[in-house]
């Protein structure tokens, strides 16, 4: 089977956080904040989304089931599905909320008051060929060729050469999550970290694995973080800012468990924690990383159920 009637492709990751660079080797884009998507667009058939764990996602963003006429051919698409907010800029927890609603009315009512877009930035599949091992810039240009129309739900994402400094502090100024550069005779590698796309954000953020949760004074719920070290789960401290009770009534529903499978460090009320099978992903906003490995200002995201608590590696 090719890749297209398959539809298990894992996308490609970036492997390096950098500052601000400047490359005649590199192209650099804006990057979205929302949720890592594969569109599989056939303007016969019709339109499929899968996540980065190949979960199907039209029935969380039904607003997007036309996308196949936007395209000329049969073609495979990464790309963000992301929410845009009034001021013109992604608002990830419009599609992180999205992502967790189960209910038909509530996800309909939020596809008309909050639609989602999606935004192509690559192509791994054009007419009834795989095209992962053509350099990034020939995949750009088949990109182009495969698309018949944008709009409000799909759009292709907008680069520029060498300047990455530049981008990013336009980036800045406008207060998004950063820029994307990558190199330009760059190939496609499925589910692979590679130094060929650097990541520089404005705001710093991971994924952890949620391992716990302890009740704190005034109705403050503090959420303990992992990540793995290898196969081993490693202690990362906690966040207590912007967990919402949606998200924590999820969490609650996760089995407890009686002890942890890291050491964690006494005090910062780790000893009243409530442990939890480490399962769930949730993304974490910080200012900058600590001496010590811990960050500055952390602000919990949401969660995120795209991604595989196996998946949250230390840095």
Same mark, same amino acid.
């Given at each position: 089977m090719d890749l297209f009637e398959q539809k298990q492709v894992k996308p490609m990751l970036i492997g390096v956080e950098t500052e601000p660079f400047d490359d ?7 990057? #979205? ?12 058939? *019709? ?30 698409? +990464? ?31 939020? $596809? ?5 877009? #999606?935004?192509?930035?690559?192509? %791994?599949?054009?007419? +009834? ?6 350099? %990034? ?8 060729? $495969? ?6 739900? #799909? ?33 496609? #590698? ?39 070290? *290898? ?5 990362? *401290? ?8 949606? +998200? ?31 399962? %769930? ?11 010590? *490995? ?16 196996? +998946?949250?590696?230390?840095?």
């Amino acid at each position: 089977m090719d890749l297209f009637e398959q539809k298990q492709v894992k996308p490609m990751l970036i492997g390096v956080e950098t500052e601000p660079f400047d490359d005649p080797a590199y192209i650099f884009e804006m990057k #979205f904040d929302g949720e890592r998507c594969v569109a599989y667009l056939d303007p016969k058939s *019709g339109t499929e989304l899968r996540n980065k764990r190949n979960v199907k996602m039209l029935p969380k963003v039904p607003e997007l089931s036309e996308l196949h006429q936007y395209v000329k051919t049969k073609c495979v698409l +990464d790309g963000e599905l992301t929410c845009i907010g009034t001021d013109g800029k992604p608002v990830f927890h419009e599609i992180q909320r999205r992502s967790l609603m189960t209910n038909k009315l509530r996800i309909d009512f939020a $596809a008309k008051q909050h639609p989602a877009t #999606f935004v192509a930035f690559d192509i %791994l599949y054009y007419k +009834d060929k795989d095209v992962k091992s053509l350099p %990034l810039m020939e995949r750009k240009a088949l990109l182009q060729k $495969a698309i018949k129309e944008e709009n409000a739900r #799909f759009a292709v994402s907008r680069y520029i050469e060498e300047q990455g400094s530049a981008l990013f502090a336009a980036a800045k100024e406008q207060q998004l999550e950063g820029i994307v550069g990558k190199r330009k005779d760059s190939l496609y #590698f499925e589910d692979k970290r590679t130094k060929d796309w650097k990541k520089v954000k404005f705001y710093l953020d991971d994924d952890f694995v949620i391992c716990g949760y302890i009740f704190k004074e005034n109705n403050m719920i503090s959420i303990v973080l992992g990540q793995y070290r *290898g196969s081993e789960l490693i202690y990362k *401290g906690h966040v207590t800012m912007g967990v919402s009770r949606k +998200d924590f009534k999820i969490i609650q529903q996760q089995p407890e468990i009686a002890m942890p499978s890291f050491d964690f460090p006494a005090g910062h009320g780790n000893e009243n924690a409530v442990w939890i099978e480490p399962e %769930l992903v949730c993304k974490v906003e910080f200012m900058e990383r600590t001496q010590s *490995g811990g960050m500055r200002q952390p602000r919990f995201q949401g969660i995120r159920m795209d991604k595989a608590a196996e +998946d949250c590696v230390e840095k």
